[in-house]
């Protein structure tokens, strides 16, 4: 859109040299998309020569400030360049990364394999084994623990719901949608929900339950290959899973403020 200063300059044909040049720019970019073929079509439109006339615009703006809407469009903002700069980065990153996606891919053998560890982090494993655990505990200690495991698998259920129905991020476009067991929401990617599962209960396990160290080694691992499954299985950007897992341990910390404990337990089961 011109601005008002160039319009009102080309309604009354200020004789400005500056402004004049400006107001031929743009009549001439009228002009030559109503008639490609005219002989105001020439070397002086290129992009070079239209270089110069922005920065003669540029000296004339000394003179005049420009209405902020122009400025707006001409200086975006660090912020915006780096976001877009760091959503190139990922992007690029998640493609070459996804190197599982199919099984054509360059590690298309290793993808069963990945399946599998995309099972270990899934949610129905997880709630169902808790289940399980729960109903077998015969100590207090035993109970609470699975209690709370369970309201913390949940708990991250609902939240990674909200944030992908606000967030509605498509999965990468080299994805194939044959994940077991999804809800709707799931059909969006951030963050990841594995990821976040993964950091929640590795974090759990190595807190709350008593393990030897190469154990605790072991679960630490399992968390940073499910996040990585992730991505090498296409299911996500690489932004999807970190994010996954910082919220993941966000959780962590809320459940252990909000711990279930043997005080509020008969409470809850009186109500
Ligand atoms: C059906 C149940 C109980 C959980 C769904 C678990 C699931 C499929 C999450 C999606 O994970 P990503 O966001 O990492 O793809």
Redesign the pocket.
Known sequence: MPSPRVTRAANTGSANPNTKFEFMTLLTNRINASEPNSPRHRASDSPVHRKDSFSSGATSSQQQPLPEEDCMKLNPSFLGIAMSSLLAVDLWLTKKMGVCAKDGSSWGTARPMMKLIEISG???PW?AGTLYCLYKSDSSAGREVNLNLLFALLLD?IL?GIV?GIVKRRRPTHNRMD?????SV?KY?F?????TRAAMVSRFMLKHLVLAVPVRILVMLWAILVCMS?VMLG??NVS?VAF?FFMGHMQYSLIEYLWLSPYTLPLLFRM
Do not use: Q
């Not at 994940?179 to 809800?183: E, G, L, V």
């Not at 963050?191 to 990821?195: E, F, K, M, V, Y």
């Open positions: 899934h949610g129905i709630i259920l990674v992908k994940m077991f067991a999804t809800f799931d990617s963050p990841s929900g594995h990821a992730r299911r996500h999807d996954g």
